[in-house]
């Protein structure tokens, strides 16, 4: 929900106006919560009026507001008129912890910490946006149905106090000193560890030795981590096989293994999945509804594959001694359950781009088998020997992963702006490896927005960041898709040939882990021996491709399909026209499966199948898929925000077949979106597009006159459209030529042409040497 700030009629006008409540609510009275229907957000909410209304409280709660964390209970909205607030919380039905506690009758000491070390974490979260709870207690969270532990009002426990707050304002060594005195009184009477209590009794003294409760989180983590014995059951065997057998004796273990059910509640369970459907159908994306089931069986699968790894590990951790390798695993989940959880957050706001992207991003969400992978987690660099600055780094990785999340679906300006953040915030840690992960996600989004300098460089730095402490796959990954940002730079291909061996010996070095990495290297190797004009190469890199990415994802998946495209396009432009079009169908046909009929790159499909019957000249064969093509994306883009394209094809096809007036039509619109987006490139495409029409209409001096403007425009065009022009240009050239006092133009325009075509060879050797026929020929004429 947006912090929103409501005007209008007095409080009690707007409660009883918005909210439904079994009894008249008692607002104004800071004693009890009330809890009401909220007709505006359609749920169950809790309401509260603090005694204190000022700018800086407004600020607390509003900022709590913009909190999402599993461990604190959410603030929806602050409503606001004639000086007063009225806070709108998430009503959480469940026990404070005095009143779990007092239900235990016999309660494990690990229990109660973990409850405390889970409100420690809301706490920790509260306080990275700089709000203090500043008075909790026992009575301070909540543990609801699923058991999981809430923090209730952070924001310095919604200013109750003002006679406390004009003495002092409060730190975060005051939650430290709370939560240790709940410890403490939570463990009255159960049998606990000595070190246990000495860190509740210490965290109370008026100076504790942690000042920040990530400190103190950290103190206890490492604290039970040194006297327990932690993970897998017949380790030595499961090494030698390469993989973590865990599935053994799980139903003997018990307590906090048993969280694996309910460890992603508030994460992917039935509220949020029904959040999700209901932003995604609301988002306005045609596509929706195609996506929807499609996102939910992979999160559905996604959610029971890590619930099952976090049994597997965690009862593991009870029979084992691998602590080292335990500790990773369960790193390792963290970070996947945060992208889950970022993932959620981000589809849980679906606008239109969001919704078409949603399919993708959860195709691309991070592994969970890599957690148990034992190669893997041999390879992963060790954590920072200071606790704190360990759980430093682990809260920076899940704010890369959410970064990861809002790119993934569609949202890379966001999602780049968290992985900055998160780069500014690695820097002083010294840890290099956060840095090399952070430099490997910033370059791969650079790539996506096509600022392929920026990604160049960022690559450049993940990779002399990861080699000094054997990161091998960072440092392969990086090199690999270097390749495909600087592909089209010819002064640089020379290095990234050079760069093919080095990526070859890490991903050999990394074995099994490191194989889908090489089904990168060769699709890029593919796109950079087509950037050459060697497509001979390129067929052979991009079989390579697909031939690893079968065996690492499968034939049925996205990957595949992608590497299937970038074949058909080499084949394309071999002229292997029942080949091409064979594989850009399969490719299709998989896409559809996995993202429905409507979805971008699914229409994507569709043109390339259509590009090669306009290349055979058969244009009655193309107008299937062109049609197809323009109609799976205008379902997806109601808005026709994506049309100009899709709608400049569909004009060239009503060109090839006469009927002229519905082409300029669809010319016409599409220069219209194109102006409304202000994309400039788009514009000339559109104008370069209706100058071909009017040469084939036979109105050769409207062609001219549009072609006027283009060239009198300052700025340069991209190649690709440079290349457009230069057809049209050469077009001209043929039409002027049948007037005799247009002749000398005609050449020097069809030698300007020439020149063009000759500057992009060898991809347009063709072109050019019909433009130097022609030239031949004429010139003759005209001497």
Known sequence: MANAVIPGPPVEDAVSARFVAPRPLVIGDVGPVDVAFDRTLGRQVALREPRLAGPAQLREVQAQAGLAHPGVARIFEVVRTDGRMLVVMEWIRGDTLRAWRASQARPRW???????????????????VGLIHGAFGLDSAVVDASGRVRVLACAAALR???????????????????????????????????WLRRIAARGQE?????GSMAALLAALRAARARRRRLVVAALGAAIAGGAIGLTRNLTSDS????AATTALVGIWDDARREEVRRALLGSGAGAAEAVWPRVRARLDAYAAGWSRAYAEVCAAGERGDAERLV??????????????????????QADAATALKASAAAEALPSVAACTDVAALRAAAPPPDDPARAEAVERLREQLARGQALADAGQSAAGLARVESVLAAAQPLGYEPLVAEAKLQKGRMLIDAWRVDEAAEALSDAVWAALPTRLDDIAAEALARRIYALRAVPA?????????????????????????????????????????????????????????KAEVFGADHPQYAHSLNNLGSV???????????????????????????HHPQVALGLNNIAATYIQAGDWAGAEPYVEAYYEALASAFPDGAELVWPRLLVARLHQEQGRFAAARAHADAARSLAVRRGDAIGVVRTEVARAHLELAAGAVDVADAIFRGIVARPGALQVDDDLRLTALRFALARALWDRPAERSRALELAATAASSFRAYAPYTAAELAEVEAWRRAHEVVAR
């Open 110 to 128: 690990r229990a109660v910490l973990e409850h405390f070390v889970a409100a420690g974490e809301g706490l920790a979260a509260a306080h990275a």
């Open 160 to 194: 109750e106090d003002a006679e406390d707050e004009a003495d002092r304002v409060a730190t975060p060594a005051d939650d430290v000193r709370g939560l240790c005195a709940a410890l403490a009184e939570a463990l009255g009477g159960v049998r606990a560890p000595g």
């Open 206 to 210: 008026p100076a504790p030795p942690w």
């Open 255 to 258: 307590g906090r293994c048993d």
């Open 327 to 348: 500790d990773r695993s369960m790193a390792c989940l963290g970070r996947r359950r945060a992208s889950l959880a970022a993932l959620v957050d981000v589809l849980g």
């Open 492 to 548: 640089r291909r020379p290095e990234l040939h050079a760069d093919v061996a080095l990526v070859e010996a890490l991903t050999a070095r990394l074995g099994p882990h490191g194989r889908w990495i090489e089904g990168e290297l060769r699709n890029n190797l593919g796109t950079l021996y087509t950037a050459e004009g060697r497509p001979e190469l390129a067929q052979r890199a991009f079989e390579r491709a697909l031939a690893i």
């Open 571 to 597: 084949l394309l432009a071999q002229g292997r026209l029942e080949a091409a079009r064979a594989h850009f169908e399969r490719a299709t046909a998989l896409l559809r499966a996995a993202f429905g009929p």
